[in-house]
């Protein structure tokens, strides 16, 4: 098996957001599940860790023991990633909002119209999935959580805005946001809402036939043939200069916004500790955070269900689904 390897990153540059290309981020230590499909790496958090390792539970202890080291170092900065937003009505993320089963590169986005085509036809039928997305209970109970105990931002890997829509505040969407459209050329920022019209409008046969494609794609997220045969579908530019648009987040190959990712750093610098929730941290994108935070000396919680890259690194490791562990939290602070 081929495996990618591509991720050198010594501790010691974790800091260097410029240094940071997409390569970087999403390439694997240790996932041996990292195959080469179609000739490009797989995201490999986007599947379960060959090795095992899922369901286990953590005893109660352990989940008291965590919050007691979170309640000692408070305020904690919590990094969030796609643990959080399963149950949350995102049927999977690679069929929600046409993201391919081997992801678009950013090379293949610029650098081909038919490939742009082929991702605007697919993120047509597939946008009405993720509109429908609500917060899960995990998002509801960080939200709660965060009116508990002084948190000083939620940084996510999640592209999905749910834990705004749960209520939290900060939110640092280190990923960017899928509902929002970048101009490449001029940076102007439109709504997907407003982009997802005009699609609809430009490509008449797509609109009539949306609700049956969409019903396909759900059933089949790896049956997109139909969609792929869309290359004649149309997809608009820029209004302000012309320029290439693009859904604002990060794709395979590309940097996430250095403001973004500054903003994160220093709610980690602020904080006492880092809790970590739903991300296996195979990118280095949410690892440096953790690293960073034990060069710091700050301890760091991680709860996950599954292995994750950021394990020995942890202060505590709590095993279990997101939401028992969240919620036994909230009860001990709301009765305890
Ligand atoms: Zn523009």
Redesign the pocket.
């Known amino acids: 098996m081929t495996r990618i390897e591509q991720n050198p990153a010594p501790a010691a540059s974790t800091g260097d957001a410029s240094g940071t290309d997409v390569g970087r981020w999403f390439a694997t230590a240790t996932a041996p599940g990292a195959a080469v499909a179609r000739g490009l790496p797989r995201l490999p958090a986007w599947g379960p860790d060959p090795r095992g390792g899922y369901g286990i539970v953590s005893a109660p202890e352990v989940v008291d023991e965590a919050l007691a080291v979170l309640r000692r170092a408070s305020p904690a900065a919590v990094l969030t990633g796609a643990g959080m937003s399963t149950g949350a009505g995102l049927p999977d993320y690679r069929g929600a909002d046409a993201v391919p089963r081997s992801p678009m590169t950013i090379q293949e986005f610029t650098g081909s119209d038919l490939a742009r085509r082929r991702y605007w036809a697919r993120a047509t039928v597939g946008w009405s999935h993720f509109t429908r997305a609500r917060p899960g209970r995990a998002h509801e109970l960080l939200a709660q959580l965060g009116r508990a105990v002084p948190l000083t931002a939620v940084i996510t890997q999640n592209v999905d805005a749910l834990h705004q829509a749960a209520g939290s505040d900060p939110v640092i969407d280190l990923h960017g946001r899928l509902d929002t459209v970048r101009?490449?050329?001029?940076?102007?920022k439109i709504s997907r809402a407003v982009h997802h019209e005009r699609l609809l409008t430009m490509n008449p046969q797509v609109a009539r036939r949306l609700p049956e494609l969409a019903a396909e794609t759900a059933q089949a997220p790896d049956g997109d043939a139909e969609v792929d045969r869309t290359a004649d579908f149309r997809y608009p530019?820029?209004?302000?200069?012309?320029?290439m648009?693009k859904p604002d987040v990060v794709f395979f190959g590309e940097s996430a916004e250095r403001a973004r990712v500054d903003a994160a750093f220093e709610a980690v610098a602020d904080s006492g500790a880092l809790l970590v929730l739903g991300s296996s941290l195979t990118v280095m994108s949410g690892l440096r955070f953790v690293r960073r935070a034990r060069a710091d000396g700050l301890p760091v919680v991680i709860v996950n269900d599954g292995p994750t890259r950021g394990d020995e690194l942890a202060t505590v490791r709590v095993h279990g689904r997101i939401e028992d562990v969240l919620s036994t939290w909230y009860a001990r602070l709301a009765g305890a």
């Open positions: 101009c490449l050329g001029c940076g102007a530019v820029c209004a302000l200069c012309g320029g648009l």
